[in-house]
C-alpha cells in the first residue's frame, strides 16, 4: 500500500499569501496518478486536481500542482477567504487508493 | 447537476449490519463506476470499495473485504453498500462518489454517518 505523509499538518498564513503544500509517497506513484482534493467543515471532499496538475473543473488558476515520483505539492498562489480550509493528496496509480492526512490551511 | 444522496446510516452495535444507499441523479448513473468512501472524525478519507458501470468488477480494500458487499441497480439509479460484522473502526461518515477515471472520485454526496458502538 502507498502511504501518502502530507505537510505541514497545519499552515498559518493570510489572506493574498501563497501557500505551498507537500505530499510524500512511500513508492514512487505511477503515470502521475496524484489528486488532491479540499473540505471544508461538514462538506464532502472536493476534487481540485488529478493527474498532478490538471485543474478539475471551475477550478481556479490560482491552484496549481506539481511534482513527480514520490514528491508532490499543491500551490495556492494568492490564498482567498473561502480557500481556508483542509486538502488532502491522494494517489490512484496503484491499488489501494491511498489518501494522506491532511494539511490545514488556517487564517493567521 | 450531479446529485449523489445517501442514507441508511445510523448506530449499530458491534458485530450488526447496515445497508447503505446511494441515490443518484442528473447524470446517466449506468454510464459511471461509482466508490464508496468513508472518513472517520478527525482523519484523512479512506476508499471502501470500487464497481463498473455494469457492476461485472468490484474491488474492495482489504480492511472491509469479506464483510462489506457493493451493489448497484442502474434501472433505479442507486448504489448500495451491504456491511455486515461491523467493528468500532467502521465508525466514520460514508460518502458515495463518482469515478472520473479509475480512482478519481469527482463528485461527492454529502455523506452519511455510520456509529459502531455497544
Known amino acids: 500500500e502507498t502511504v501518502l505523509t502530507q505537510s505541514p499538518v497545519t499552515l498559518s498564513l493570510s489572506p493574498g499569501e501563497r501557500a505551498t503544500l507537500s505530499c510524500g509517497a512511500s513508492?514512487?506513484?505511477?503515470?502521475?496518478?496524484l489528486a488532491w482534493y479540499q473540505q471544508k467543515p461538514g462538506l464532502a471532499p472536493r476534487l481540485l486536481i488529478y493527474d498532478v496538475s490538471t485543474r478539475a473543473t471551475g477550478i481556479p488558476d490560482r491552484f496549481s500542482g506539481s511534482g513527480s515520483g514520490t514528491d508532490f505539492t499543491l500551490t495556492i498562489t494568492s490564498l482567498e477567504p473561502e480557500d481556508f480550509a483542509v486538502y488532502f493528496c491522494?494517489?490512484?496509480?496503484?491499488?489501494?487508493?491511498?489518501f494522506g492526512q491532511g494539511t490545514k490551511v488556517e487564517i493567521k | 447537476e450531479v446529485q449523489l444522496v445517501e442514507s441508511g446510516g445510523g448506530l449499530v452495535q458491534p458485530g450488526g449490519s447496515l445497508r447503505l444507499s446511494c441515490a443518484a441523479s442528473g447524470f446517466p448513473f449506468s454510464s459511471y463506476e461509482m466508490n464508496w468512501v468513508r472518513q472517520a472524525p478527525g482523519k484523512g478519507p479512506e476508499w471502501v470499495s470500487y464497481t463498473s458501470s455494469s457492476g461485472r468488477t468490484i474491488y474492495y480494500a482489504d480492511s472491509v473485504k469479506g464483510r462489506f458487499t457493493i451493489s448497484r441497480d442502474n434501472a433505479k439509479n442507486s448504489l448500495y453498500l451491504q456491511m455486515n460484522s461491523l467493528r468500532a473502526e467502521d465508525t466514520a461518515i460514508y460518502y458515495c462518489?463518482?469515478?472520473f477515471g479509475s480512482g478519481i472520485f469527482d463528485n461527492w454526496g454529502q455523506g452519511t454517518l455510520v456509529t459502531v458502538s455497544s
Open positions: 462518489a463518482t469515478d
Open positions: 491522494q494517489q490512484y496509480g496503484s491499488a489501494p487508493w491511498t
Open positions: 513508492q514512487s506513484v505511477s503515470s502521475r496518478y
